[in-house]
């Protein structure tokens, strides 16, 4: 009995995004089916990806790891907070927060990086279409993804050691459904100005240079359509370039509201809906977005489906 006490003692609650009323059962149910079109969707896109030759060009295997990326981060969330909410415990070990803060970060600055990369590769595309395969060669493509990885590893870790280290010595009740820095960090009984202030910097490294690049590849893009002479052309270059905005708008919009706000401005009921936004409903948008607008990816679907039940004939 002594050892379970210790247990609650160290551990830390999580109060849930959900109570346990008809509504909320309703709203959790939703979250749910949500999480498993995330995961699904987001497999089927990266499969396809993976399988079809005529996908292997740098776009799509950009595209590829942004799907890999969401279905990481939709899980390192949504499964334990369905676990709390069906077997009513709200409890999480300080090395299960670490874990999220540190998978959170990881995913969401390399999302933040990859993005940028994909616009630089629309960029290419369409202003300058006959050096794309030099200037957007399989190698720069590589190590373009393999430093979004890198960079959102190295803010994740930074920022779930420091915000481990904190002693917690009042209240370990976290109002979130998932380990989420500033949420932590509101429970510290030191003072964190610093690290808000080394949170600050992170923010602006990992969110405001990958979108400066993303609004100055646009710029770019919006000029050299505008300059174009066939309606069709620009038409086809304002499509391909729409859906990956889309994205961008709504991930950014939602990250830069919670993590770049002054401290006073914060409300911990719009902090968990905007929290829940970006981090269980984005990810479901991003293979609606890309595939419902994308000839190539709708035929590789056709052909596997057609392969598929051919094959069971």
């Excluded at 089927?44 to 996908?55: E, S, Y």
């Excluded at 909410?85 to 070990?93: K, V």
């Excluded at 919009?253 to 993590?259: R, S």
């Excluded at 409903?281 to 190539?296: D, G």
Aim: proline share 4%; hydrophobic share 50%.
């Amino acid at each position: 009995m002594k050892y379970a006490n210790v247990t609650t003692e160290i551990n830390f609650i999580l109060l849930g995004l959900f109570n346990h009323t008809q509504t909320h059962l309703f709203l959790f149910s939703m979250v749910l089916m949500i999480f498993l079109t995330s995961v699904m969707g987001n497999a089927v896109l990266f499969m396809l990806i993976c399988k079809d030759p005529q996908l292997h060009m740098p776009m799509y295997f950009l595209l590829s790891q942004l799907s890999l990326m969401d279905v990481m981060l939709v899980s390192t969330i949504v499964p334990k907070m369905a676990a709390n909410y069906l077997m009513d415990t709200r409890s999480i070990s300080p090395a299960g927060c670490g874990t999220q803060i540190f998978l959170f970060l990881t995913l969401g600055g390399g999302e933040c990086f990859l993005l940028a990369a994909m616009a630089y590769d629309r960029y290419v595309a369409i202003c300058h279409p006959l050096h794309y395969p030099i200037l957007m060669n399989q190698k720069l493509c590589l190590h373009m993804t393999i430093g979004s990885w890198l960079l959102g590893g190295v803010d994740g870790l930074m920022q779930a050691g420091t915000t481990m280290s904190f002693s917690y010595c009042h209240s370990r009740e976290i109002n979130h459904f998932f380990c989420e820095a500033p949420s932590l960090v509101r429970l510290a009984c030191a003072d964190t100005t610093f690290f808000e202030l080394f949170m600050y910097v992170c923010c602006i490294l990992m969110l405001l240079i990958p979108l400066s690049l993303i609004l100055a590849s646009y710029s770019l893009i919006l000029a050299a359509v505008l300059n174009m002479r066939s309606t069709a052309a620009r038409k086809k270059a304002f499509a391909t370039c729409s859906s990956h905005l889309g994205v961008v708008g709504l991930f950014y919009g939602a990250i830069i509201f919670i993590y770049m706000r002054p401290k006073s401005y914060h409300s911990v009921a719009h902090d968990k809906v905007v929290s829940a936004f970006y981090t269980i409903f984005t990810p479901v948008l991003n293979p609606l977005i890309y595939s419902v607008r994308n000839k190539e990816i709708k035929g590789a679907l056709r052909k596997l489906l057609e392969k598929h039940f051919l094959g069971h004939q």
